[in-house]
């Protein structure tokens, strides 16, 4: 069976360029040539007018990521070896083939499946046959086709076809449709440079709607799946609409994509209008007489580098990027990292010093000015300036006698760690020593610091990249040997981005910082005659490392009379300047003073109480200024009259904690300085256990343990039955839960409280104690010892039960405290219980024989 194919009312040829005329024979003409074979076909125009026949079977050729049109001349290349197989034979018959787009382009053999059903009927106008083995062919679409059903898929596809026809009707909404599509096109046009001008203008002079929405579909850029809508689509009416949509879309791409391009040129054009511009006033400015900008910047830099004096490296690097500076142009990218190179180099104060201030009694003087005791850390700085002075005064005949040292240098600054707990006066002793010495002062606070860059800066090939802290403050202080406080050492936080205490490694190590090295500069800067001081609350947290680098002085808390002077000296005229009092409008006694520290603050040091005092100062210029009163002198009554209820005005709480059994009083260190806590043990039937409670670390877990152990094993020299512990349970627990304890120091009072439960004597009220004790017995030195007995002191005990191996320790205790107290040496757990544990008393013996439940004690 066979079909005709319509006719249209344009000829197919009118399509085919000019060099795809039909010849007027239907033979084959044949040229051979180095590069290949070429066969030219005709056609009958009579085949044309009449229209031809459709075989019901057709030779199905799969196209990959295109649509052939009706109408349309299209050419092709065919690679697979079934798709020559299939040309070969049709370009001996009667050329037509149905040509159907497949629906994955990345398919090189698509099967009957992979195939759209909706293709076109062709015919082979011209074939040429390359050297690579392809075949290229030009192709016109002729009619649109159905699949029916596929009949071979070897050695090429066939199937059987049914035309599809084509609905064509001629209305008012046909013919505005068209104009719009033709609209369209044209505006798409001139935004595609790359159509043929005779494409556009045969495309544009074609009346049938028809063969237009084909033509323009052929050769604009549509999406395979739209393309084969367009081919799909029965009504001419919805084929224009669906053209228009794919045109209007392709315009809004191409319409931004140009004006991009525009704005693109038109700032190329920008820029070179500039440089042309700057460069015709450069030669305005020769012609005046007048330095280029450029070139007087440079010679800026060139002159600072010459003043600056720095060493050889540095100055060599400097010159370096200085002639690279000047072969750039003023706009390029670098120019502006490259300079700020220069500057932060120019403006290090490479050579510029401060002359120390060697006179010892003027430093003497400015530290007793500025702070109160703190002897040690006015002697390690005295002894500092005297070494200096003397080194100097001396020079020349040392360096007659000196022995040249390849190795070790000398060293010219200090490295000094300052660890105590918060209010002591730390930081403010950094600024007093700069004063002490004429020196400048730079603070700079580590806390929180976790990147390693922010010590060592940030490469130049990063972005926005700034030298790090330590030469920031170098540049801001404007001095080669300044006082710097690195400030809170021990809170530095590690991530990873690195560990800015391994940085510091560098910086406080006197045998290599003078050759220390910023990632940004990347040229070594001498920092040894930088006096670096840090600060710390405690020491655990600061790497070994670092911490060996750093000479360490401890700074205590202080006493009640200590802190009674610091604020008559310091904190009240502070406080009364602060507040727009004058010195005789009001008087703080001693006693009123001392009511503050005792019942108002419980710290180490001094801040809480300027606190207090700034509280009471504001309360009394209230007074004044309502005119109640012209002057105040403050006593105890007035300080509890202002200041209402005291929030630690309860010293009489340790005579009440330890009025029965199981209590006793502990000694511990925290950073914040030194402090007590309360061990509590109680018994109830049970089977032996033991249970701590009160957020205990494991070291004070196992301290509990042992000193349970060790008095269980002494069981039957305290009186007790046989079978005591093991009808018994315990409990200890050491109060305020809330806060985290650990470490070994509680080891004796754990003793202490536990056997005070077994024998019912209680422990004496104003005895504290520290020590580690061992499971045999023994009592170990402890650290801490000077914060623990000011803690102790500043709660009104006069006793405290220490190791004997920590009695060196005392000579840090201040003299007026060693000789209010009393301080029993002990070395076994046994010396401790004879020291700390009452007599045997009535109220003892009620305990015991409360106790003696079931004969549970056994009685001599």
């Not at 040309?87 to 759209?116: C, M």
């Not at 600054?413 to 002793?429: E, H, M, R």
């Not at 806590?677 to 018994?683: D, G, K, S």
């Amino acid at each position: 069976m066979t079909a005709k194919l319509p006719t249209s009312k344009k000829k197919h040829r009118d399509t085919l360029p000019t060099d795809a005329a039909l010849s007027p024979t239907d033979d084959a003409d044949e040229t051979s040539s180095s590069t290949g074979t070429v066969l030219t076909f005709s056609t009958e125009p009579e085949d044309d007018e009449e229209g031809l026949e459709i075989p019901e079977e057709l030779p199905i050729l799969p196209l990959r990521g295109t649509v052939v049109y009706p109408h349309a001349a299209i050419p092709l290349t065919v690679g697979q070896p079934r798709s020559i197989r299939l040309v070969d034979e049709v370009a001996t018959t009667d050329r037509l083939v149905g040509l159907f787009a497949a629906k994955d382009p990345s398919l090189e053999t698509p099967g009957p499946d992979e195939i759209y059903t909706v293709g076109t009927l062709a015919q082979i106008h011209r074939l040429f046959r390359a050297p690579d083995g392809t075949i290229r062919l030009l192709v016109q679409g002729l009619a649109r086709l159905v699949i029916n059903e596929y009949t071979h898929t070897e050695p090429y596809l066939r199937a059987t076809v049914t035309p599809i026809p084509e609905s064509l009707e001629e209305s008012l909404e046909v013919e505005a449709l068209t104009r719009n599509v033709i609209d369209q096109f044209t505006r798409l046009s001139d935004l595609m440079p790359n159509l043929p001008t005779e494409l556009i203008s045969s495309a544009l002079n074609l009346d049938d709607p028809l063969q237009l929405v084909y033509t323009i579909a052929t050769y604009v850029r549509i999406d395979l799946e739209d393309q084969q809508r367009l081919l799909e689509i029965n009504q001419i009416d919805e084929k224009l609409r669906a053209l228009m949509g794919i045109l209007g879309k392709e315009l809004e791409v191409l319409e931004l994509g140009h004006k991009i391009q525009s704005e693109a040129q038109s700032e190329m054009e920008k820029v070179q209008r500039e440089y042309f511009l700057r460069e015709q006033l450069k030669a305005i400015q020769r012609e005046l007489g007048e330095g280029d900008e450029q070139i007087v910047e440079i010679e800026n830099f060139r002159e600072k580098i010459a003043r600056a004096n720095m060493p050889e490296e540095a100055e060599r690097e400097a010159l370096r990027e200085l002639d690279r500076l000047a072969k750039l142009p003023a706009a390029a990218a670098e120019y502006g990292v490259i300079r700020t190179y220069l500057d932060w180099m120019v403006n290090l104060p490479w050579d510029v010093r401060t002359e120390d201030n060697l006179d010892i009694s003027h430093a003497r003087g400015v530290l007793d000015e500025d702070h109160y005791d703190l002897e040690d850390v006015k002697e390690r700085i005295l002894e500092f300036l005297a070494v200096r002075k003397l080194r100097q005064e001396r020079a020349e005949q040392l360096n007659e006698s000196r022995v040249e040292d390849f190795v070790r240098r000398r060293r010219e600054g200090a490295i000094l760690c300052f660890v105590g707990p918060p209010g002591v006066g730390k930081t403010s002793l950094g600024a007093s020593i700069a004063r002490a010495m004429g020196r400048k002062f730079m603070r700079m606070s580590l806390g929180g610091v976790r990147d390693e860059a922010e010590i060592r800066g940030f490469r130049r090939t990063y972005v926005g990249a700034m030298p790090g802290r330590i030469i920031q403050a170098m540049r801001r202080v404007e001095s080669h040997n300044p006082a710097m406080m690195l400030d809170e050492i021990d809170k530095l936080g590690r991530d990873f981005r690195g560990d800015p205490a391994s940085a510091l490694l560098e910086v406080l190590d006197p045998e290599q910082n003078n050759e220390f090295r910023d990632h940004y500069l990347d040229v070594a800067f001498d920092l040894s005659e930088t006096i670096f001081i840090t600060t710390a609350n405690e020491l655990d947290p600061i790497p070994r490392p670092l911490l060996d680098r750093m000479e360490l002085i401890e700074l205590s808390g202080y006493t009640e009379q200590e802190k009674m002077h610091i604020a008559q000296q310091y904190l009240v005229p502070r406080q009364i300047e602060e507040n727009g009092l004058f010195p005789d409008e009001v008087k703080f006694s001693d006693e009123a003073l001392l009511a503050l520290i005792r019942d108002y603050t419980r710290e180490a040091g001094v801040r809480n109480l300027e606190r207090q005092i700034g509280k009471l100062a504001r309360k009394i210029v209230t007074r004044i200024a309502e005119g109640k009163q012209e002057q105040v002198s403050v006593t105890p009554s007035e300080v509890r009259e202002m200041l209402r209820h005291p929030p630690y005005g309860y010293r009489t709480e340790i005579h009440e904690r330890v009025k029965r059994p199981g209590v006793a009083t502990g000694l511990a260190w925290t950073p914040v300085g030194g402090d007590i806590l309360f061990i509590e043990a109680t018994q109830m039937d049970g089977k032996g256990s033991l249970q701590l409670t009160g957020h205990l670390g494991s070291v004070m877990q196992e301290s509990a343990r042992a000193a349970f152990s060790y008095l269980r094993s002494k069981g039957a020299e305290f009186g007790l039955a046989a079978g005591y512990f093991e009808k018994h349970d315990f409990h200890l627990h050491v109060p305020a839960g809330a806060i985290p304890k650990d470490g070994p120091s509680a080891g004796v009072a754990i003793a202490a409280a536990l056997s005070s439960l077994f024998t019912g004597r209680l422990t004496q009220q104003n005895v504290a104690m520290t020590g580690e004790i061992t499971l045999h017995g023994q009592v170990l030195p402890v650290g801490g010892i000077k914060d623990k007995v000011l803690a102790a002191h500043r709660l009104g005990l006069d006793t405290v039960i220490l190791p004997l191996r920590n009695e060196p320790e005392l000579e840090k205790v201040p003299e007026e405290v060693r000789e209010s107290m009393r301080f029993i040496m002990v070395k076994t757990i046994d010396d401790v219980l004879d020291a700390a544990l009452e007599t045997m008393s009535y109220d003892a013996k009620d305990h015991r024989q409360y106790l003696q439940h079931g004969n549970l004690f056994s009685h001599p």
